[in-house]
């Protein structure tokens, strides 16, 4: 290559040292400062000295001590407003050059440009962060619309369902009642019409209370009552419950117990019952014909109750979902229910801390076993009052009933002047206060929810005046705290409605210390 | 005194001059300004066995990928700190594919990892499984925040005792 003009090449060192400013140190093979040359002074560089390590002022050097070929590091911020291209070179003798070029204009014009483009980046990467965000609630919000949806529907056909329910026992119960009323019934036939009656209530009843129990479990509100229980009066009462209805539908209802007897264990006798009950009738309900086999156990501290019959069976595929509430299996939804049942009684056991297994196949009858955990006591429990025989009142005892409900003081009047009892009658809280300071009654049935003075205030006023003798609230709330607060304000003891007659005079009997007559 | 080259690298914009700001000088700005080719900082630091360090802090522009980078800046590195930023999940699988690079090129000296911006909890997009991830194949990975302080001090200190044996 043939070199450049004399002339030329001192015109490109002029521009170059002036544009680049060019300073070079030279380095032995040790790291020390030799020398330099060239525009020093354009570079920061504190205590320039020969036979200095070089690292001290120029600290980009660290690390190269030994090299066989050139490095170039390009766009070296050295300092603020300080850019510099480094060149370094081997040196023959060992050791460096270390070439400085200004490089402030370059970095200055990239800056610029990386700026912008890194800007753009980071706002397109948060701008995705958005997108994502608003794709991830968008589905929430879908999912939520598809779970407020699948609510909605399940809460039409139960509605749907309910209303079936509801209007098929009360057909046969207005229909007898009618006929009660216009007199159009023999004695043979009073017997179907108070049989039908009855049961379309209780079914009336049970459908209720289910719906409750859903809406307590829903609400967190539902809590178990653990006392003495004998489990072998509850499996007795359960065989004793179902036979007739079995006998009727012409179904073998046998019950095989290994409980020893009596089996007094501690639990939530009502719940208890209430799972034995859904499983029972069920049995019943859907076996047209053969065998519901009733077994049970008690080992180990669990008590284990299974219900076996020769039923239509449960499909496989079905078997996953008869756990849900208000599923009902297709096949089946002629038959009475609102799908409740299974699911309450799933929820109970988990609360208690059992299980609920089925074995089925489809036309080959079910078997569903509950165990759940009780512990056996070794002392017989009181034996409750409800079942004391009643006799006839020996003296004018006087009760007073205070309920606005005009219908069912008159049944209560019936129920307590056929057991006896001089019946007296309050329609408000304001009434009842009345009656009692002048009368004096042995006992009062007061109604927690009455117009003018409510049955809380009635009784807390009674109670300041002095009135000692027994008050029994009656309300129509199952609530826990609402039984808490008429205990509170002073009543001895708590009926829910809709109340049996043997329940409410055994209740009256017990608080009276008589023995009322079974009418 | 022992003088060590010591590199910063990741992506852009996670917080490695801030970092360096924060550990030389004790200063945050919460303006992002992008380094272009590299900024060279000094700090000093006496450790435990009474040796007195100068970390040569080589704080190289961000990239996600070491090919768009002038690999001469690696030359002589006696250590590195890969930073990611911990509310962009995304810079984190960067920097650990950057590492693999480096130990391409550098070989297998020594590093410590920042998950920097903790201060942004908020946004946080490092799940805890995959921190504790990444420290169960014994990296010394910190969540740090150059905007206030917190566990920057204590990973230098840990890639100092690192780089020198």
């Keep these: 290559m043939a070199v450049l003009p004399d002339h030329v090449l001192s015109y490109l060192q002029e521009n170059i040292s002036g544009r680049l400013s060019p300073a070079c140190f030279y380095v032995d093979a040790h790291g020390k400062l030799l020398s330099w040359s060239g525009v020093v002074d354009a570079y920061p560089l504190p205590g320039l000295e020969a036979g200095r390590a070089v690292d001290e002022f120029i600290p980009l050097v660290v690390g190269l001590n030994e090299i066989d070929f050139p490095l170039v590091f390009p766009l070296v911020g050295l300092a603020e407003d300080v850019v510099v291209n480094v060149h370094v070179l081997p040196r023959k003798a060992g050791g460096l050059y270390v070439l400085l070029l200004d490089a402030m204009d370059e970095y200055n014009s990239r800056q610029v440009y990386q700026q912008k483009t890194n800007e753009v980046q980071l706002l397109n990467a948060r701008l995705k962060k958005v997108l994502r965000q608003l794709e991830k609630t968008q589905l929430e919000l879908e999912q939520k619309r598809a779970e407020a949806e699948e609510a909605s529907r399940l809460k039409s056909r139960f509605i749907a369902g309910m209303s079936h329910e509801f209007r098929t026992p009360l057909t046969s119960i207005m229909g007898y009642t009618e006929m009660l009323q216009r007199g159009m019934l023999d004695s043979s036939q009073l017997n179907v019409a108070s049989q039908s009656i009855a049961s379309g209530a209780q079914h009336l009843m049970s459908l209720i209370d289910n719906i409750l129990d859903q809406a307590r479990f829903a609400a967190g509100e539902m809590a178990l009552h653990n006392a003495p229980v004998d489990l072998v009066a509850v499996v007795n009462d359960m065989q004793a419950m179902f036979a007739p209805l079995a006998e009727q539908k012409g179904l073998n209802l046998e019950l095989l117990s290994t409980l020893p007897e009596p089996c007094w264990v501690e639990a939530d006798g009502m719940r208890l019952r209430q799972l034995l009950i859904n499983l029972c009738s069920n049995a019943v309900k859907y076996t047209d014909s053969g065998l519901v086999m009733l077994t049970c156990a008690y080992t180990e501290g669990q008590f284990v109750f299974a219900v076996k019959d020769t039923g239509p069976g449960i499909a496989e595929h079905e078997q996953q979902f008869i756990f849900n509430e208000f599923h009902r299996i297709p096949s089946q939804s002629a038959k009475s229910g609102a799908g409740l049942g299974l699911a309450i009684s799933q929820q109970i056991l988990e609360m208690m801390g059992g299980g609920l297994t089925l074995q089925s196949s489809l036309g080959w009858g079910a078997e569903f076993t509950l165990s759940v955990p009780v512990s056996s006591l070794s002392r017989r429990a009181e034996t409750s009052r409800a079942g004391t025989a009643l006799v006839p009142v020996e003296r004018t005892v006087k009760v007073l009933v205070a309920e606005d409900n005009p219908d069912v003081v008159q049944l209560f009047e019936l129920f307590l002047q056929s057991a006896g009892y001089d019946v007296l009658v309050a329609k408000t809280g304001q009434q009842a206060v009345d009656l009692v300071l002048q009368h004096v009654p042995d006992l009062v049935l007061m109604d927690m929810s009455m117009p003018v003075l409510d049955g809380y205030t009635a009784v807390q006023q009674l109670r300041a005046k002095g009135f000692d003798s027994p008050i029994l609230a009656l309300t129509a709330s199952p609530a826990p705290q609402d039984k808490a607060r008429a205990l509170e304000v002073g009543c001895n003891s708590y009926l829910l409605k809709p109340i049996a007659m043997d329940e409410l005079l055994s209740k009256v009997s017990e608080y009276l210390c008589v023995e009322a007559k079974n009418g | ?165």
């Excluded at chain 2, 004790?26 to 007195?52: C, H, M, P, R």
């Excluded at chain 2, 768009?68 to 590195?80: D, I, K, P, V, W």
């Design chain 2, 1 to 165: 005194m022992i003088s060590k080259k010591i590199c910063m690298v990741g992506d852009f914009g996670v917080g490695k001059s801030s970092t360096v700001a924060r550990y030389v000088k004790n200063a945050f700005s919460d303006k992002y300004q992008t380094t272009v080719g590299v900024k060279i900082d000094t700090k000093e630091v006496s450790l435990a066995d009474d040796t007195e360090l100068k970390m040569v802090l080589w704080d190289i522009a961000g990239t996600d990928n070491l090919k768009q980078m002038n690999t001469n800046y690696l030359r002589g590195a006696s250590g590195y700190l890969l930073v990611a930023d911990g509310t962009r999940a995304e810079t984190l699988e960067t920097a650990l594919a950057l590492k693999k690079q480096i130990e391409a090129v550098a070989g297998n000296i020594p590093f410590v990892g920042l998950l920097n911006k903790a201060d942004l909890v908020d946004d946080w997009e490092i799940p805890d499984s995959q921190y504790e991830g990444l420290l169960v194949r014994s990296w010394d990975f910190y969540k740090t925040s150059a905007l206030d302080g917190d566990n920057i001090e204590r990973a230098f200190l840990a890639l100092a005792h690192k780089v020198m044996g």
